[in-house]
């Protein structure tokens, strides 16, 4: 198997050299191997744990793009992107039999294609074709009970249609202006002739602010008669960036916006949105360096014409010299839920970092949870 892959890897390097692509080989390996001590502050649960990782790789051709285009008035223009060449191993333990885990790979990853014709301002997109624009309000990230910071799902409407389950064009203008053309059906034998969408959208510079409307309609098939409109303001005035985003499908109405504030020390941070669908909710965040110490505060307030639902979380972390520092975590939820954890980290000793931790569970339970006290030392290559 490895003179196989041998073999592969020569016969790749001499035809990427015969197809005029640059190949510069480069190799790289890591590893790391933990020890960990931990003690169960619940139920005095104890012992060690092994933990270790390692890598090998070789590139053949990092990831890259390349664009060819013709000349004159009317020409063809394809971009493939993102293609790569490498070969290694990962190894991320041993088995029971003290074997290695270990997963190893030849990775060719072929390029994506994006193609057009271009006639002076005007680019007509054939493959790779954007999406329907549509969607400038974004909901905050962050609600739910069962987790306040995860991220609240969007309205599923017309407004969030996608290309990518469709086929069609785009025709772009001097970069400002898109219109976008699809049918919700192909064309060979049975599919029918179910529908299509039509879109607009721009993007249009007005001193230090962008505007961003946007259009979509459904003739026939599942979305006739149906449609999504919406506009995004972007607007950067030094020391502070705001957006707003509108969207309305006929039946249900979306806003959010941002506003985010840089005054050395201190940033400033506010999301907030609105739909039928998700309610209002409110994301702010803070965050302050003051020499070796730094505080990040999330406030996240939501639902709140219905059953609020609110959170805090601050994490506070100071240095203390170039090899030690320390650190907090304090999450508290509405739903009375409190967790907390402190850390201390140790990088005295060359390639080795050395943490001791405590992590709780809830300690609002009715029976609270104190977690785990842990100490590690993780060598790394």
Request: proline share 2%.
């Amino acid at each position: 198997m490895k003179k196989l892959s041998l073999v592969l890897i020569a016969l790749l390097v001499a035809s990427m050299a015969m197809a005029e692509v640059v190949v510069e080989p480069a190799a790289s390996i890591s590893g790391d191997a933990t020890l960990t001590f931990g003690f169960n502050l619940d139920d005095q649960s104890a012992g060690f744990k092994n933990e270790m990782s390692s890598s090998t790789s070789i590139t053949l051709v990092a990831k890259a793009s390349d664009t060819k285009m013709g000349e004159g008035d009317l020409y063809g223009k394809i971009t493939l992107s993102n293609f790569e060449v490498k070969s290694g191993s990962i190894v991320t333990g041993e088995d029971l039999a003290g074997d290695d885990i270990k997963t190893s790979l030849i990775g060719v990853t072929a390029p994506g294609v994006s193609a057009s014709l271009v006639a002076g301002d005007i680019e007509v997109v054939i493959y790779n074709v954007d999406g329907f624009k549509t969607g400038a309000a974004a909901p905050v990230e962050g609600a739910g009970d069962t987790n306040i910071f995860s991220v609240e799902t969007d309205d599923a409407n017309i407004a969030n249609v996608d290309l990518a389950e469709y086929g069609g064009f785009t025709v772009k203008y001097a970069g400002m202006v898109n219109v976008h053309v699809a049918s919700e059906t192909g064309y060979a034998a049975g599919d029918g002739n179910e529908g299509w969408l039509v879109g607009v959208d721009a993007s249009i510079a007005a001193g230090p602010a962008t505007i961003k409307p946007d259009f979509v309609y459904g003739i026939g098939g599942a979305n006739d008669g149906m449609y999504g409109v919406g506009v995004g303001i972007d607007l950067a005035v030094d020391p502070a960036t705001v957006a707003l985003g509108v969207d309305y499908d006929g039946t249900d109405f979306e806003v959010s916006g941002s506003v985010s504030l840089a005054v050395d020390p201190a940033t400033v941070g506010v999301k907030f949105s609105y739909s039928e669908a998700n309610d209002a909710d409110v994301l702010t965040t803070i965050g302050l360096t003051a020499g070796a110490a730094t505080v990040d505060l999330t406030v996240g307030t939501y639902d709140l014409t219905s059953t609020l639902v609110y959170g805090v979380k601050a994490v506070v972390g100071y240095t203390i010299d170039e090899a030690n520092s320390v650190s907090s975590t304090t999450v508290f939820e509405s739903a009375d839920v409190l967790t907390e954890t402190l850390a201390f980290t140790n990088t005295s000793i060359p390639l080795t970092t050395l943490t001791f931790k405590w992590a709780s569970g809830n300690l609002m339970a009715a029976t609270p949870v104190l977690g785990t006290v842990t100490a590690a030392c993780k060598v790394a290559y």
